[in-house]
């Protein structure tokens, strides 16, 4: 009698193992989509100020002396010098002399401004209004979590992805015990919510059903840039994939083979649901990666951005992959829809580029002799 060598498999085990091959074996060419990259690239600006106004207020009394904000620049990724950033955006911060001991000699310093308190006092009220935006995207996350928790570095690492407070540990938590509680370094979820256990998938199910009074099935919606086209055997795939029923992020995967279709489809979803819960419906591949163990990914996750291409886009600029959510993005590469949270951001590109504008409009004063000096050296250059 001849005896099989493998080990005995059962049939649904096979299956996934195929699964697992067929879906590892796809490739889909990535395709730069300029709209989804101008995105990223408006904001590179505000993000460079923010980090330096943080660096500001996170000190006590939140001043610095402006010899040891220089000594930062590189941590901070700032590319010029503190002084040119100072002339550049002049409403963030202001200089003042102070001294470093009290008997040195006064120094130039760094504080808020008027126009950065003001903002702030705008941006503490919007967190008030949104909080119960802000606790649902909490409690989600520690939903989807496997163990419903999640380390508190972590949360605070994706706090501006989400619009978390900055002293959510000692804020938003206790606010909420009946929900919520940090113990050991994690925050962990007290109770499972109902209302909040459907993905914006599901939400969005449910209220095309109420429009038309027949029930539609949960599912992805795909939305591929112009001219871009999937080979044959990829369209099939797609389509295969989408008629298979559809996992929520916020149900229990531990039954589902890490082979399986299936899990592929859960792990869409819990991709496209994080994606979707971030303000700006974006996140950094390696920020996402960073909560591989706590989602159930694979440490290959980020090839399904790039095997889902009508679902998410990844943007290489800046040197680093951001992955997007293509629906929630007009062709123009503007977000359809504001999340409420949003408005702290606006406010704060809206106070950078009004210090911008102030400095380019000195600069225009200075130069208004500059036609003139051309039209010298042009008569020199003729002579």
């Known amino acids: 009698m001849r005896h099989s060598l493998l080990p005995s498999v059962s049939q649904s085990q096979l299956h996934s193992l195929l699964g697992l091959r067929h879906i590892s074996s796809l490739k889909v060419p990535w395709r730069k989509d300029p709209a989804l990259d101008a ?63 009290p008997n040195s000699s006064p120094v130039p310093f760094l504080r808020p401004s008027q126009s950065l308190l003001s903002f702030l006092s705008s941006e503490s009220d919007i967190r008030s209004r949104n909080e119960p935006l802000v606790l649902g995207k909490l409690c989600k996350l520690l939903m989807i979590s496997k163990d419903r928790s999640i380390p508190v570095e972590k949360i605070l690492e994706v706090r501006r992805l989400f619009g978390f407070p900055e002293d959510l540990v000692d804020s938003l938590v206790p606010r909420y015990p009946e929900l919520v509680r940090e113990s050991n370094g994690h925050i962990h979820l007290v109770s499972w919510n109902e209302s909040f256990a459907k993905s914006v998938i599901e939400q969005r199910a449910d209220e095309e059903s109420d429009v038309i009074g027949v029930r539609v099935r949960p599912n992805f919606s795909l939305k591929l840039p112009k001219g871009f086209n999937l080979k044959k055997e990829m369209r099939e795939w797609v389509r295969d994939w989408l008629e298979l029923p559809y996992v929520s992020p916020y149900s229990d995967a531990s039954e589902l083979s890490t082979a399986s279709r299936e899990m592929e489809k859960r792990n869409i979803a819990v991709l496209h649901e994080f994606l979707s819960l971030t303000i700006q419906k974006r996140a ?89 000096h051309i039209e010298m050296e042009k008569e020199i250059d003729r002579c």
């Open 39 to 101: 995105a990223i690239d408006r904001d590179k600006r505000h993000h460079l100020c923010h980090r330096v106004v943080r660096e500001v207020l996170h000190e006590p009394n939140k001043c610095i002396s402006l010899r040891y904000l220089e000594k930062r620049r590189e941590r901070l990724r700032l590319n010029l010098r503190v002084r040119t950033f100072l002339d550049w955006y002049p409403n963030l911060l202001e200089l003042y002399p102070d001294r470093i001991k």
């Open 284 to 372: 950094p591949v390696p920020t996402i990666g960073k909560f591989c163990s706590e989602f159930r990914l694979s440490n290959a996750f980020s090839n399904a951005f790039t095997r889902h291409p009508g679902i998410f886009y990844v943007s290489l600029k800046g040197g680093i992959k951001t992955a997007m959510l293509r629906e929630a993005y007009g062709e123009d590469g503007v977000l359809l829809e504001r999340d409420p949270l949003l408005e702290v951001m606006v406010r704060f590109g809206e106070l950078v580029d009004e210090g911008n504008r102030e400095y380019l409009d000195g600069l225009k004063r200075e130069k208004q002799v500059l036609p003139r």
